[in-house]
């Protein structure tokens, strides 16, 4: 079992609400700039980095199949690129959520809500970020898809 002790809830944070969310390689977030702590900015920074290299990832693997194809009618994989990085996370957290769900007892009411935030949490991408959001250098000398490391760890 992955342990992982900066996964405890920011105290900043009020309520285990999202204050800030990741969205196509732009940060959104419904606090203001003066307001949005060092470590969420820096957790979500951590998520565009992610982003950045599933874009590239994604759009070098739809090059390649639509030159192989030599198709008009795989153009859709033009998608790939901004999609990559969101096929990687649900993927992911549909078979998190099946093991979880499925490793606690039926008679457990909350084993929907246990197995859905441990999803969450367990993701390689949510890991990476967790564990690095404090570190504040951590965007200058993390590697190419750092992420990677964290698959198969639960
Ligand atoms: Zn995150």
């Known amino acids: 079992m992955y342990e992982n002790k900066n996964l405890l809830p920011d105290p900043a944070h009020k309520c285990s609400c999202y204050s800030a969310i990741m969205l196509f390689g732009f940060i959104f977030s419904k606090l ?84 859905q935030r441990s999803a969450y949490l367990n993701s390689a991408i949510e890991m990476e970020a967790y564990d690095n959001e404090t570190d504040f250098k951590y965007i200058e000398k993390r590697s190419w898809c750092a992420f990677i490391k964290y698959y198969g760890k639960l």
Not at 54 to 80: D, H, K, N, Q, R
Request: hydrophobic share 50%; glycine share 6%; net charge neutral.
């Open 32 to 115: 203001s700039e003066s307001e949005m702590s060092d470590r969420v900015r820096n957790h979500e920074k951590i998520h565009v980095a992610q982003y950045l290299e599933c874009f590239i990832l994604g759009f070098v693997l739809a090059t390649f199949l639509i030159g192989y194809t030599c198709s008009l009618a795989s153009l859709w994989l033009l998608l790939l690129p901004f999609s990559l990085y969101y096929i990687l996370y649900l993927v992911e957290a549909g078979i998190s959520f099946v093991h979880h769900f499925f490793a606690h007892s039926k008679k457990n009411a909350g084993r929907y809500g246990i197995a």
